[in-house]
């Protein structure tokens, strides 16, 4: 695991809306955070 990928590991992400952005899932794939918050207002 690269270190980008430990860091991002300390991570939990959230997002507004009911669908992933592009730019979110970028984000996601060069990061991979530990885990993604979901809300009602995300389902």
């Given at each position: 695991?690269?270190?980008h990928e430990q860091?991002?590991?300390l991570f939990m992400?959230?997002?507004d809306g009911?669908?992933?952005s592009p730019e979110w899932?970028?984000?996601q794939a060069r990061y991979k955070p530990g885990g993604?918050?979901?809300f009602a207002r995300n389902l």
């Open positions: 695991m690269t270190l860091i991002g590991q992400l959230g997002f009911t669908s992933v899932a970028e984000l993604m918050i979901l």
